[in-house]
């Protein structure tokens, strides 16, 4: 009887919600909507069920856990599960991901990529974290906490392009190596994987910025970022007082008024790169813009623990952005910011 009252009161509300909001969505789009606890899911405002166990999305660490093969293959994509190595393999277009259980780290078309909240096995059923999946494949994803239904869109004019990694060593990029702009911008960046670097470059077009690439003396390797292992990163993360070498400086800081900062999530915090390029400049009388890349992680307290590090700047609210956020939405944060 619980089970039969749950259905049904999913079924009105999804329904509600549906009248609500379907008229911001283009009749082509693809719209998944999915409820914690419920194990039904609207599709195109089409009832279906999760799965055939009736499985549901559930909450683990303030992260949306749900059993993936349905909305992946519901895009088209596909999915494959070795029980031998525990390990999900999830294919859309020309992208793929590969997640082990309880394993932090994922690799998205062969780079790793952490993010806070593993894949688990839950009442038999491998969950996954559906932000950093669907975001990856270039879906918009939307959370209302109020009514917990995750709100998962696949834009028909959009084309799902392939997201690659060039290796951040070969990249060496200096304020005075870019096309300066008119404005007394800097969109100033660290990038293990080019996850950040992507972000960083498109708001550097919608902010008509200039940019810098913050590079390590000694580039990360693949081992350098395997957070399941004493890492490197994982030491510089746990010693407070690391400050890592960067090769090259940004000769003409003094011309900027303000200053993008962004850098991929370690753990919930900056990387310890980013506190040796704030301690680096005098950033007085400046305003300090930050943002970050992640799986899921927001951004929290990653800038604030960065203030003291440049006394008398002006900082701002940051922004979280999955590795393959679109330009339509870097480009609205950039243009809510007010600074042109």
């Not at 166990?53 to 293959?73: D, F, K, M, Q, Y």
Request: proline share 4%; net charge negative.
């Amino acid at each position: 009887m619980k089970k039969i009252l749950l259905a049904i009161f999913t079924l009105i509300f999804f329904c509600m919600t549906a009248v609500a909001v379907n008229a911001a969505e283009s009749d082509n789009d693809l719209t998944i909507r999915l409820k914690i606890d419920s194990p039904l899911m609207l599709v195109n405002n089409e009832e279906k069920s999760i799965d055939e166990n009736g499985t549901s999305p559930v909450i683990v660490n303030s992260r949306t856990l749900l059993p993936v093969r349905a909305i992946v293959e519901e895009i088209g994509g596909s999915v494959e599960w070795n029980s031998d190595t525990k390990t999900v393999g999830l294919q859309s277009g020309d992208n793929n991901i590969q997640l082990e259980i309880d394993s932090a780290t994922a690799y998205l078309n062969n780079e790793p990529y952490t993010f806070d909240t593993p894949p688990a096995i839950i009442g038999g059923r491998t969950m996954l974290p559906i932000r950093f999946i669907a975001e990856s494949f270039g879906l918009e994803v939307s959370w209302n906490g109020e009514e917990q239904i995750v709100t998962i869109v696949k834009k028909s004019d959009v084309q799902t392009e392939t997201v690659t990694f060039a290796e951040t060593a070969t990249e060496i990029t200096t304020a005075e190596e870019t096309s300066e702009s008119d404005n007394n911008i800097l969109v100033a960046y660290f990038s293990a994987t080019n996850n950040t670097k992507g972000v960083a470059e498109k708001i550097a077009e919608a902010a008509e910025a200039d940019i810098y690439a913050i590079t390590p003396a000694i580039p990360y390797t693949a081992e350098d970022l395997d957070y399941n292992t004493e890492c490197r990163a994982n030491k510089e993360q746990n010693d407070d007082g690391a400050r890592p070498e960067i090769s090259g400086t940004v000769e003409n800081m003094e011309d900027y008024d303000t200053v993008f900062i962004g850098y991929p999530i370690w753990w919930g915090q900056a990387p310890k790169i980013m506190y040796t390029f704030m301690e680096s400049y005098d950033f007085n009388g400046k305003t300090i813009i930050p943002f970050c890349t992640s799986g899921s992680s927001p951004i929290g307290s990653s800038a604030e623990n960065m203030h003291s590090l440049a006394a008398g700047a002006d900082w701002l609210e940051g922004q979280r952005f999955g590795g393959g956020a679109s330009a339509d939405d870097v480009s609205g944060w950039v243009n809510s910011l007010g600074l042109k």
